[in-house]
Each structure stands twice: as C-alpha cells, then as structure tokens.
C-alpha cells in the first residue's frame, strides 16, 4: 500500500490568493495524480505525471498547475484562487503491481472566501 | 466518450444481508477494473481489483466481472453498519486509463 503525505489537510483563503497544495508519496510510484472533487459528487481529472517531467492536463479543465521535478512530489499551484476553486482536492500515486491500483492520499480541503 | 455506470442510490440493505452493487462500462478494451469505498468527507480506499472473467472473493467482499455483458458487481456478505459508503467502480480503458463511475451510495440498516 501507498504511503502518500499532502498538506495542508484543511485551508481557508481569501480570494486573489495564491496557493500550492503538497504532495509527496515514498513508494517510489512513477505515476501521479490530482483530482478534484466537491462533497457528494464524482471524482474529477484535473492533472497527472507519468514521471519526472511530465505533466498532463486531465479530463476537467482546471486554472491550475502541476510540476514533477522529483518522482516522490507532485504539487499543485493555484496563481489566484477563486471561490469556484473550493472543493476537495485529492492527489493519488500508482506504480507497477497490484495492477497499478491507484492509491490516495487524506485529501486536502480548499476553502476561497 | 468512455463511461462507467452505477446507480447513485441510495441503496438500503438490511444488517446481516447481502449488498449487490453493480457497474457498467462502454469500452470493450478495457482490462482491469477496481472497487473502491469512500466514506463520507474521506478519500477513496481500495477494496479489490478483477481482471479475469467470474468471481474474485476477498473475505466479505466479492467481485465479479463478466466481459461479454460489459458488467462488473460488488458482492458485499453480511452486511454491517459499517459498509455504509459510497462505493465507486472504475476500469482502466485501452488507454491504460482509469475511468471512474460516479458511485452507489450504499446505507445499512441496524
């Protein structure tokens, strides 16, 4: 099972702001992921990395951004965050066995005032 | 546009019966399909993942997978308060993609 860290866990910000959401896992997965998704309703694609230096954009467009410089980390960066921007943010690793079973992180809780 | 079904619900099963959540996917390519359970304000756990055709049991749970009808289910054995969840399916497309269904929301009732 994937040991998979971000941070913050919960965070309210005022509006304009910018902010980068952590995430680090230390199983060595090649594949990383950052969905989005608001109480009650489905998981939504926003970016994923096949490995270092790789970003894709996902299946819901999202003004965010991602980077992949090393294989554990895989933060994302809001440049102006918006009140549309509060939702649950959920970032995810997945690497060769257990037929590349995603595995999730606690989630981080993004509130824009 | 590849697409995994399930019934939202809720679903409402009695303590101690069986709970049968089903799912439907479009793309014939794809190999592996998964069942996760999410807890309300908490992130999705892995329960079992199937690739072959018939019956997977893990404990209480059961998955199966038929190919030709495009049909995965979740088998859940005496069921306990504590299966309350949502309960998301998803399949990894040609592509190598996962492909989420949007959930059954599963209440168990004491």
């Known amino acids: 099972e994937a040991d998979i860290y971000q941070t913050p866990r919960y965070l309210v910000i005022g509006t304009g702001k910018k902010i980068t959401l952590e995430c680090s896992q230390t199983?060595?997965?090649?594949?990383m992921y950052w969905y989005q998704q608001d109480p009650g309703m489905e998981l939504h694609l926003i970016h994923y990395s096949y490995g270092v230096n790789s970003t894709e954009k996902g299946d819901l467009s999202s003004e965010s951004t991602v980077s992949r410089i090393r294989t554990e980390h895989f933060p994302l960066t809001l440049e102006s965050a918006r009140p549309s921007h509060t939702s649950q943010y959920l970032c995810?690793?997945?690497?060769?066995?257990?037929?590349?079973?995603?595995?999730f992180g606690e989630g981080s809780w993004l509130t824009v005032v | 546009q590849k697409e995994v079904e399930q019934n939202s619900g809720p679903l409402s099963v009695p303590e101690g019966a069986i709970a049968s959540l089903n799912c439907t996917y479009s793309?014939?390519?794809?190999?592996?399909f998964f069942w996760y359970r999410q807890y309300s304000g908490k992130s999705p756990e892995l329960i079992m993942f199937?690739?072959s055709n018939g019956d997977k049991e893990d404990g209480r749970f059961t998955a199966q997978l038929n190919k030709a009808s495009q049909y995965v289910s979740l088998l859940i054995r005496d069921s306990q308060p504590s299966d309350s969840a949502t309960y998301l399916c998803a399949a990894k497309d040609s592509n190598y993609q996962l492909i989420w269904g949007a959930g059954t929301k599963l209440i168990i009732k004491p």
């Open positions: 199983m060595g997965h090649d594949k």
């Open positions: 995810a690793s997945s690497g060769q066995g257990s037929g590349n079973t995603i595995y």
């Open positions: 199937i690739y």
């Open positions: 793309d014939r390519g794809s190999q592996s």
